[in-house]
């Protein structure tokens, strides 16, 4: 496709169950980005990755946070034993260049994930 | 520190009026980058706009303008003759010597007919 391709669009889980969240980036762009945005709130960076690199991963709340971008192309956000408080649409951006801060960001629709 | 304030939690108007949404930001870096986003009901991000921090010409795009004044850090954007269709979430972002956006919390603008 054309864009950035986000699945499942929503997600319900039990507490303390384990989650993996996907995203395709639109093909070619290397950095990919995620982010967690709280109802009401803002988008809240998480991490970043240049082609298959993780560059900063600052942004992950905790150690049940892990992402992964194997080949430098899709994706995976994994939450392990998911909390309440991880309740949030998942945003995955791409981006085509690297090093240049001056560039937009493309963003997916978003995974809803609801633990309850 | 990085920061973005949108003190405009939500606003309403009615079709075909003006409407400004306020950005104000904090940055220690010299060299810095801003964007409006619109969020509408369907999720996803939708890129507006960007400016860099040397480029303080405003900048109107249709019923679009954007205002960016570095005297009082703000990056204010205006909608012209709104229309049903601008109804959704906008943010304000910044993007430093880090490659990441720091978001506002986003302004909810509702367009009624």
């Known amino acids: 496709g054309a864009g950035v391709s986000q699945s499942p669009r929503y997600k319900v889980a039990k507490r303390g169950q384990d989650v993996a969240l996907r995203c395709d980036p639109i093909?070619?762009?290397?950095?990919l980005f995620w982010y967690q945005q709280a109802l009401g709130q803002g988008p809240e960076f998480l991490t970043y990755f240049q082609n298959e690199a993780q560059l900063d991963k600052s942004g992950l709340p905790s150690d049940r946070f892990f992402a992964e971008r194997p080949e430098g192309s899709v994706s995976t956000l994994k939450i392990q034993r998911t909390q309440q408080e991880d309740s949030a649409v998942y945003l995955c951006?791409?981006?085509?260049?690297?090093?240049?801060?001056?560039?937009?960001?493309?963003f997916g629709q978003g995974t809803r994930l609801t633990v309850v | 520190a990085q920061k973005v304030t949108q003190a405009q939690t939500e606003i309403s108007v009615v079709e075909k009026e003006d409407v400004t949404l306020d950005c104000v930001y904090e940055t220690r870096d010299t060299t810095y980058y801003l964007f409006w986003y619109k969020q509408p009901p369907s999720g996803e991000l939708v890129f507006l706009i960007r400016r860099n921090s040397f480029d303080e010409q405003n900048e109107i795009s249709g019923r679009y303008s954007w205002n960016f004044q570095k005297s009082t850090s703000s990056f204010n954007f205006t909608i012209t003759a709104s229309q049903v269709v601008d109804s959704a979430v906008y943010f304000c972002?910044?993007?430093?010597?880090?490659?990441?956006?720091?978001f506002g919390s986003g302004t909810k603008l509702n367009v009624k007919p």
């Open positions: 951006a791409s981006s085509l260049f690297t090093s240049s801060v001056g560039t937009e960001a493309f």
């Open positions: 093909s070619g762009h290397v950095s």
């Open positions: 972002a910044l993007k430093g010597n880090f490659n990441k956006f720091y």
